[in-house]
């Protein structure tokens, strides 16, 4: 079994910065994709970042410039920098790891953690 595990979430005032982090307890063969995804109160989960195993990415017209996915290979691990963060990117921020641990791929999903921008 394996656990997908996101951290950085928190309270911050419109125009802070947070970091999210998200990490595997169990090393992957191999992942063919890492993203971020949220979902606010009353909303469907949207995406809002995503990295590919080549390295290109892609983002949510609404955080294009103000978000940065990156990844970390060799720790299995992915990164959300968001700056200039506003009331709207309040929601419950998940990670997904598309991938395959041992022989068995499929999609995993951390428990998220709460980003809250509010002064």
């Known amino acids: 079994q394996v656990r997908i595990v996101e951290s950085g979430g928190g309270l911050v005032q419109p125009g802070g910065s947070l970091r999210l982090s998200c990490a595997a307890s169990?090393?992957?063969?191999?992942?063919?994709?890492m993203a971020w995804y949220r979902q606010a109160p009353g909303k469907q989960r949207e995406l809002v970042a995503g990295?590919?195993?080549?390295?290109?990415?892609n983002y949510a017209d609404s955080v294009k410039g103000r978000f940065t996915i990156s990844r970390d290979n060799a720790k299995n691990t992915v990164y959300l920098q968001m700056n200039n963060l506003k009331p709207d990117d309040t929601a419950v921020y998940y990670c997904?790891?598309?991938?395959?641990?041992?022989?068995?791929?499929?999609?995993?999903w951390g428990q998220g953690t709460q980003v809250t921008v509010s002064s």
């Open positions: 990295i590919i195993s080549g390295g290109n990415t």
């Open positions: 169990r090393r992957f063969f191999s992942i063919d994709r």
């Open positions: 997904l790891l598309v991938g395959t641990i041992a022989t068995v791929r499929g999609d995993y």
